[in-house]
């Protein structure tokens, strides 16, 4: 069946808070470019990346259609698409690409993941971005070793929660951080061998307590400017601090020779620049399906919204007013 010319999609003409959003109901269904595939969309996932977008922090070309990771199925093929990547039209797939808040988007048939036949579309766009950077963290920023101890900041976020599961699946003893004793409930779930509850605890003094004073092996944070001197200060001599996030605000101000205090090694990943080969993709993207196949990790979906409330979704995402993963369910 022929896609339509027009569709719904959540614009955006310019940046700032939520409040730029709208959803229009006019917007032309982009064609494919040769080495793309067109794909009616499901489910959106919902990321803090959204934000920063929509709020000028990362550049983009205005308008926007917003999203950057969804799962449906394959309407067309660019006439370029090599065959080597397997993708047939009618194939369910997860798409890591810009423009999944709409009912269509044209992507890179190099981000798109062929879904297996047990798998929905609402979990393969839960546990695309965030699945994929929680294993790109663990693998690539830093090489999770068996005994380990691994700090993990917000560890009953989407984000957080797989850390901590995937880390104790290569057998690290995990630290992680909540704001409340609901979330903490949540983090253990997850797997954390110790909760800190951070508007009672301080981080640091608690690290370094369960640590015997010599801090963490490794300190995955998405937090950046709130945390960052406690994050650094909590990572022992020799260790790795992977900052992948902004979500207090970005870094700044930050001298370089403060790392030579623990020979500490500093990580700014993103997670594109780990996948952008296609065979770095599908090693990474093989590797996170087989493990929520076999239910070593599970995706805890925290809330699900409709395109016309993604604007509410974010909010709630950087108002910490959610756990596990936020989607949105996209009507066609």
Known sequence: MAAPTTMKAVRFHATGDSSVLHLEDNVPVPAPADDEVLIKLDYAGVNFVDTYLRSGLYPINLPAVGGREGAGTIVELGTKVPSSFGLEVGDRVAVFAQGTLAQYVAAPAGSVMKLPSSM??????????????????????????????????????????????????????????????????????????????????????????????????????????????????????????????????????????????????????????????????????????????KNIISVPIGAEYTLDKAGQAQDDLTGQKTTGKLIIKIDQ
Request: hydrophobic share 40%; aromatic share 4%; charged share 20%.
């Open 120 to 293: 929905t579309t609402r979990i393969g766009a839960a546990v695309m971005l965030q699945g994929l950077t929680a294993w790109t963290l663990v693998r690539d920023a830093h090489d999770v070793q068996k005994g380990q101890v691994i700090l993990v900041q917000a560890a009953a976020g989407g984000t957080g929660g797989l850390l901590v599961q995937m880390c104790k699946h290569l057998g690290a003893v995990v630290i992680g951080t909540v704001s409340t004793t609901q979330k903490a409930e949540i983090a253990k779930k997850h797997g954390c061998d110790h909760i800190i509850i951070y508007k009672e605890q301080d981080v640091l003094s608690e690290v370094l307590r369960l640590t015997d004073g010599k801090g963490c092996h490794a300190v995955l944070s998405g937090i950046g400017k709130s945390t960052f001197a406690a994050d650094l200060a909590a990572t022992r001599r020799k260790g790795t601090l992977v900052s992948y996030g902004n979500s207090s605000g970005p870094v700044v101000d930050f001298k370089i020779l403060e790392l030579s205090k623990n020979n500490v090694k500093l990580v700014r990943p993103t997670l594109a620049k780990y996948i952008y080969e296609r065979d770095e993709f599908v090693e990474r993207t093989q590797q996170l399906l087989d493990l929520v196949g």
